[in-house]
């Protein structure tokens, strides 16, 4: 099973849910070679919770994914902490959607929850935790203590940070950086628009059902990263792509 662990159904957090941008999210997800993906949207995008409601409406949901024309698309989300960084949760979209109520007081910068009370919730649904992107400089993870992260389940090696930073470099410091806190390291593309996806991604060597059974293959070493040898034109065409778009919604509001 090749999986993405990081990546947005919506082209930014002001933009509403589009169900025909999801279905060429798809699209390219299959042409890319995935077989399934984390939906890990940000928890504080406007209108969180049509993603659900319409996703209901067309597809079946069964063990902790949604089944999208044989594809599957796992439930979570993506959150701010306090101290600075984000979090990755994946799991059952019921306890999703009760995290993300439990979060409705932290939406705002200055009201973020705190990394510990954030690891408690996780911990007390079995989430698969992640820790996004952790040596970007805007939202690094470096200043949280290790006993904290230790409570992590893996690290994002992140396909714009590779795209942003240089591939060998990115890869090499996070790598080092998870030895330090003896976690593993998955890849999530970070995409924000269809063609960003395939950029990197994760071949499982069995097939999962749930964020349990994704923790356990994790934690067995069970699955190998893939960087594409095209990351650079993938994301950057996404970027150029993204930006296009977002001034055409800007100028027509």
């Not at 902790?64 to 698309?73: P, Q, T, W």
């Not at 979570?76 to 019921?94: C, R, S």
């Not at 230790?150 to 998870?178: I, P, Q, S, T």
Request: contains cysteine; hydrophobic residues 40%.
């Amino acid at each position: 099973m090749n999986i993405d662990f990081h990546t947005h159904v919506k082209l930014a957090k002001r933009v509403n849910f589009d169900p025909d941008f999801f279905h060429e999210v798809i699209l390219n997800a299959k042409e890319a070679g995935l077989q399934a993906l984390a939906m890990t949207e940000h928890f504080n995008t406007s209108r969180f919770y049509d993603i659900y409601e319409e996703l209901d409406k067309r597809y079946e949901y069964k063990g902790n994914y949604y089944l999208v024309d044989g594809f599957k698309v796992f439930t979570g989300m993506e959150i701010d902490v306090k101290e600075t960084g984000h979090i990755l949760f994946i799991g059952h979209k019921k306890e999703i959607l009760q995290t993300r109520d439990l979060l409705e007081a932290h939406t705002s910068e200055a009201d973020f929850i705190a990394l510990e009370e954030l690891l408690e919730i996780g911990e007390r649904f079995n989430f698969l935790k992640i820790g996004a992107h952790p040596l970007r400089s805007t939202t690094p993870l470096t200043q949280h203590s290790t006993d904290l992260l230790k409570r992590l389940d893996a690290f994002d090696l992140n396909g714009k940070d590779l795209y942003e930073h240089g591939v060998k470099e990115m890869e090499r410091d996070v790598l080092a950086f998870a030895e330090l806190v003896n976690l593993p390291v998955v890849c999530g593309s970070d995409s924000h628009h269809p063609i960003h996806l395939g950029a990197v991604w994760n071949q499982f060597s069995n097939d999962c059902e749930t964020a349990i059974d994704l923790k356990a293959e994790i934690t067995s070493s069970n699955y190998t990263r893939t960087i594409s040898p095209v990351l650079r034109t993938k994301i950057g065409a996404a970027k150029i792509v993204k930006k296009q778009i977002k001034q055409e919604l800007v100028a027509g509001m």
